[in-house]
Every structure is written in structure tokens, then in C-alpha cells.
């Protein structure tokens, strides 16, 4: 196959999943301008890196991973200040809407995080968050676990049913 042709198939497969890579990035940076610039960035990465690729296309799990690195590059630029006020006001249109989910997802650590949100912001099957994150399986069922668990806990002492 040849480069312009794997080239394309990059490009439209960015495109088909432009809306989920900004969710994603939008998770992350928590930041409308900053998470566009993380698309951005991660598609001209997809783009510049098409030739590389074996199978001739780029898979949604290829490009959640280069998504996934590009903010957490961001972030650590940033020094980390993604903090509670740089969360956009309500009524925005991203597809986060409801902030105490958002805010509740602070307290993962980034690799929880992104499993979380892979799997149910992204409705990724868990054997494609293996393959985003690079790990085995039965570590990404230990990590969405632990991670929901520590959700729970946070979102009942913080919820609007606490003491209920």
C-alpha cells in the first residue's frame, strides 16, 4: 500500500474520530483551547507518523494512544495547574456536562483516569484500553476496578446524596 494512499486512510479516521479524541483531550486538560490544540497536535502526529503503520490503517486505539500522550505532554508543560478554575462554565458544549463527574474524575491518578474515560466516555471494550495503554488485560480490570471504586467513594462523600 502505498504512503499517500495509508496517508489518507490516516486522515479520515482522524476525522471519523475527531469528536472522541477532544473528549479525550477535553479530560484531560479540562480546557476547551488547550484540548483543541491536543487534537490538533495528535492528528498531525497520526498523519506525520501513517507510513509507520503495518495493517494499513489507523486504529481508534492507535490514535486514542498518540491523543492520550499529547495531553499528558500538555499537562506536564503546564506544571500540572489544572485546577478547579480553569473548568469551563456550564452551559459550555462540550460533552462533559455534568462537573461533578468531571471534577470527581481529579481524584484518579492520570493512568486510572484514562481507563475510566476510555471505557465510559469513549465506550472503548477493555481489551482496546490494553491496547491504548499498553498493558495486559487483567491489569486494565485491576486499574477500571480500583478506579470506580475510588469514584464511587468520591462522588458519595461529595455528591448531592451525601448523608442520604
Known amino acids: ?16 474520530l475527531y469528536p472522541a479524541m477532544y473528549r479525550l483531550a477535553f479530560a484531560y486538560v479540562k480546557n476547551r483551547d ?14 506525520a ?6 495493517n494499513g490503517g489507523a486504529s481508534r486505539s492507535w490514535l486514542f494512544r498518540i491523543t492520550v500522550n499529547a495531553a499528558l505532554d500538555v499537562l506536564r508543560r503546564r506544571g500540572r ?4 478554575q480553569e473548568l469551563p462554565e456550564t452551559g459550555r458544549e462540550d460533552a462533559y456536562r455534568d462537573l461533578d463527574t468531571l471534577r470527581a474524575l481529579d481524584a484518579l491518578d492520570e493512568r486510572e483516569r484514562t481507563v475510566v474515560v476510555l ?11 490494553a491496547d491504548v495503554t499498553g498493558e495486559n488485560l487483567n ?3 485491576t ?3 480500583r478506579s470506580l471504586k475510588k469514584l464511587k467513594i468520591r462522588l458519595t462523600e461529595g455528591g448531592p446524596y451525601h448523608g442520604a
Not at 500500500?1 to 471519523?16: A, F, I, T, W
Not at 488547550?34 to 497520526?46: H, L, N, T, Y
Not at 471505557?119 to 484500553?129: M, N
Open 81 to 84: 495547574e489544572t485546577a478547579a
Open 34 to 47: 488547550d484540548a483543541m490544540d491536543v487534537v490538533q497536535e495528535s492528528a498531525c502526529k497520526a498523519i
Open 1 to 16: 500500500m502505498s504512503s499517500e494512499h495509508q496517508r489518507k486512510q490516516v486522515e479520515e479516521q482522524v476525522l471519523l
Open 119 to 129: 471505557r465510559f466516555f469513549e465506550d472503548l471494550k477493555l481489551q482496546e484500553i
Open 49 to 54: 507518523g501513517a507510513d509507520a503503520l503495518k
Open 143 to 145: 486499574v477500571l476496578y
Open 139 to 141: 491489569t486494565v480490570k
